[in-house]
C-alpha cells in the first residue's frame, strides 16, 4: 500500500465535454484525512489467497451467470442473450472470476491482472477479511490524480503524451473494432504502464474500480467538504476510473473526475476495485 497525506484538494470537473447527470461539477475544495490505498487494484491472485482461505463465494458463482464482452467471446461460442440498452454485453453463463469469458476460460495465465466479475458486495467481503475497505469516492480521486490538480489523467491533459499510451482503453471504432495499440485488448496487468505521481497503478482505464459511496448526482451541492463519503443510502454505489471499453465516441469516462455507477449485486468484465486503510 501507499501511504498518502491528505490535504485539500480540487475534486469534480466543469470540462464542457463532460455528461451534466453524472453531476461531475462544480470543481470544489475538498478535505481529507490521511489514508492508505492500494499500489494496483486487487488481483486474480490475491482474490484467490482470499477465495481459498474464507471459502466465499461470489454474487456472480450464485447467479451462475455474469456479463462478457461480446469480442471476447470465441467465434463459435454459443448464442446469448444481450443486454437491452447494451448488446456488446452479453449474458454468459458460468463466466465469474475464476472465468472471466465464460467456463472456457480461466485466470490461470492472469494471476497479475485485476479481478473482475466482482460485485460490491464481493468487494466489501475481501475488505473486511483483509482489515481494510473501500475508498471513499473523494479518496479515490484524491490518489488517481497523483497529486495533480485539474489534470485529465493522471499524468496530465494529453491522452498520449508523446504518442505514448499511460492506460488501457478502447482504440478503433466502439463496439466492433479494437486495434489493441495501447498493448491489450481485454484487461491488462494491475502493474501495467507507469504509475502516477502517488506511485498507484492503473488508476484510469483497464477497469473500473468500486467505491464505498452510494451515487448521486446532486449530494455533494449541498453536503460537507470535510472527508466527504456520499449520500446515506441510495440504489446504486460509484464506480470510478473508466476500463477498457471506454472511448471517446461513447464514453470518455476514463479521466480523474469522471463517475459512473451500478448496483451493489452487479458483475462485469471490466470491474474490480482497490482499498484503502487509515
Known amino acids: 500500500m501507499v501511504h498518502l ?14 455528461y451534466p447527470a453524472d453531476g461531475e461539477g462544480p470543481v470544489r475544495p475538498v478535505r481529507l484525512d490521511p489514508f492508505w490505498i492500494d499500489a494496483t487494484a486487487v488481483s486474480n491472485a490475491s482474490f484467490l489467497t482470499f477465495v481459498q482461505t474464507t471459502g466465499y463465494v461470489t454474487d456472480a ?23 437491452a440498452a447494451a448488446p456488446w454485453w452479453r449474458q454468459v453463463f458460468g463466466a465469474d472470476w475464476r472465468h472471466p469469458e465464460g467456463p ?17 458486495r464481493d468487494a466489501a467481503a475481501y475488505c473486511r477479511w483483509a482489515g481494510k475497505r473501500l475508498p471513499t469516492e473523494a479518496e479515490w480521486e484524491y490518489a488517481a490524480r497523483g497529486g495533480m490538480d485539474q489534470r485529465r ?36 496487468p494491475v502493474d501495467a504502464y507507469p504509475p502516477n505521481g502517488y506511485g498507484l497503478f492503473n488508476m484510469t482505464g483497464n477497469v473500473w474500480e468500486w467505491c464505498a459511496d452510494w451515487f448521486s ?7 460537507g467538504r ?4 456520499g449520500p446515506p443510502d441510495g440504489d446504486r454505489k460509484v464506480m470510478r476510473g473508466g476500463s477498457y471499453l471506454c472511448h471517446q465516441s461513447y464514453c470518455r469516462r476514463y479521466r480523474c473526475a469522471a463517475r459512473s455507477s451500478n448496483t451493489p449485486d452487479s458483475s462485469t468484465g471490466n470491474l ?5 486503510r487509515v
Request: proline residues 8%; negative net charge; contains cysteine.
Open 153 to 188: 489523467f493522471p499524468w496530465g491533459d494529453d491522452l498520449t503524451p508523446d504518442g505514448q499510451h499511460r492506460m488501457n482503453v478502447w482504440q478503433g471504432t466502439f463496439p466492433t473494432l479494437n486495434t489493441g495499440d495501447d498493448g491489450y485488448v481485454g484487461t491488462a
Open 272 to 276: 474490480g476495485f482497490r482499498c484503502v
Open 5 to 18: 497525506p491528505g490535504g485539500t484538494f480540487l475534486m469534480g470537473s466543469d470540462d464542457p465535454d463532460t
Open 61 to 83: 458463482e450464485r447467479e451462475g451467470w455474469s456479463f462478457v464482452f461480446h469480442l471476447l467471446l470465441p467465434d463459435d461460442f454459443p448464442t446469448t442473450c444481450a443486454a
Open 226 to 229: 470535510d472527508n466527504p463519503s
Open 217 to 223: 448526482a446532486t449530494f455533494h451541492l449541498r453536503s
Open 104 to 120: 472456457q476460460s480461466h485466470v490461470a495465465d492472469r494471476r497479475n491482472h485485476p479481478v473482475v466479475h466482482v460485485s460490491w
